[in-house]
């Protein structure tokens, strides 16, 4: 989903501003969403989210409802996987 990639400054946007709370937050999180085919987030819903990156993921739960990846082909929802792994920067 290359339409998808357009998205992931935001995410680490959310992580970045919470590391300055917490500089040890980090772990995975593997959420499915729904889009419908206008390009529209209809649902997300996490699959996993590691304990310790809690914390941040309904800011991440909002972000993903916001998205809209413009029409797609077709006149049913499109189901997706996904997963963001969040690590501080090395040094």
């Not at 969403?33 to 996993?48: A, L, Y």
């Amino acid at each position: 989903m290359n339409a998808f990639n357009s998205y992931k400054g935001g995410f680490f946007k959310i992580y970045k501003n919470a590391l300055q709370d917490n500089e040890n937050l980090s772990g995975t999180m593997v959420f499915s969403m729904s889009v419908s085919p206008d390009g529209k987030v209809k649902k997300c819903d996490f699959n996993s989210v590691d304990s310790s990156i809690e914390e941040i993921s309904e800011k991440v739960r909002a972000y993903i409802l916001d998205m809209n990846f413009g029409k797609i082909d077709g006149k049913i929802n499109s189901n997706f996987l996904y997963p963001i792994e969040f690590r501080p920067p090395p040094g």
